[in-house]
């Protein structure tokens, strides 16, 4: 009786967050076809769908839109001695106080970009 040697599992990369960044925005790009940037990087489609769908449900990634190609406009950033912040999004201000929770003002601004 013979057998074939088991193949040692394949150790996994470790991605960097850079890497990860500039494939995800890659596959939001109109027209893209994730499953081919995966294979083009060496990744496996499954992988990259994950980290996909973990950056959009985070509410800090959204694919771009047919209403996305207006003209951006950036503003203008003066530094003050100020522990608030203001951020600007769109005809929306919002004024935040520097103690503010993380998840508490993604939350806001999640809400600010739906209505």
């Known amino acids: 009786m013979t057998a074939a040697p088991v193949r040692a599992r394949r150790k996994p990369r470790d991605w960097p967050n850079e890497e990860k960044e500039r494939l995800i925005a890659e596959t939001l790009l109109p027209g893209a076809n994730v499953s081919a940037i995966a294979?083009?990087?060496?990744?496996?489609p499954s992988q990259l769908y994950g980290w996909r769908r973990k950056a959009l449900s985070s509410g800090l990634v959204a694919p771009l839109t047919e209403t996305a190609k207006k003209e951006v406009k950036f503003a203008r950033v003066e530094p003050?001695?100020?522990?608030?912040?203001?951020?600007v999004l769109g005809d929306v201000v919002v004024r935040v106080g520097g103690d503010i929770e993380s998840d508490h003002l993604v939350k806001i601004l999640r809400a600010v970009r739906k209505a």
């Open 80 to 87: 003050v001695a100020s522990s608030a912040v203001k951020i």
């Open 39 to 44: 294979r083009a990087e060496g990744l496996d």
